[in-house]
């Protein structure tokens, strides 16, 4: 308990530079507390497609997904997030941090593409959902992804903001009141 105190209190710090530093740490958190509710970090720990629109350049995707026969079945993270509760939440969070960086820094491609691993978590879940179709299917090549002959499911052709700049989406509520 003498030790957590020490820490608290800044008495690890020089006399002359605790009430400095105890303001540049009240900042720090206070913006930290500000970036978490600004960017909604919180719905991305649902499965709510909404969650996916946060970022505007999403757009696109979610209203081709809102009109495809899997948004009656599935959510985004069905189809684009490993299912293995192990998996599930490490991905989540190193994607996420992924695409705050990207776009936090204006880093984001016009055209958006799976990365690697979330190819591998794409033909995971197809394969998970449409195991029998495929089994029963006979005649497919498994050394290609499903997405190489399937690539318009669900989302079709569109793939950028600037193929679709009046998308069709929800309102999302003003972040700060």
Not at 95 to 102: L, S, T, V, Y
């Amino acid at each position: 308990m003498h030790k957590l105190t020490y820490w608290l209190k800044l008495e690890w710090i020089h006399p002359k530079w605790q009430l400095p530093t105890a303001i540049a740490l009240g900042v720090f958190v206070a913006i930290g507390i500000l970036i978490f509710r600004a960017s909604e970090a919180t719905s991305y720990l649902t499965d709510d497609p909404k969650a996916c629109i946060n970022c505007h350049i999403m757009r696109p995707e979610f209203a081709t997904y809102a009109r495809s026969s899997h948004a009656r079945v599935a959510t985004c993270n069905d189809c684009h997030v490993p299912q293995h509760p192990l998996w599930k939440w490490p991905f989540k969070a190193r994607d996420g941090m992924r695409h705050a960086f990207m776009f936090t820094f204006r880093l984001e491609p016009q055209v958006i593409h799976a990365s690697e691993m979330a190819e591998a978590a794409i033909e995971s879940n197809c394969i998970r959902c449409h195991g029998k179709l495929i089994e029963t299917a006979g005649n497919i090549k498994m050394n290609q992804h499903c997405f190489f002959c399937h690539r318009e499911v669900p989302h079709g052709r569109t793939h950028s903001l600037a193929s679709s700049p009046n998308a069709i989406v929800p309102q999302l509520d003003p972040i700060l009141k």
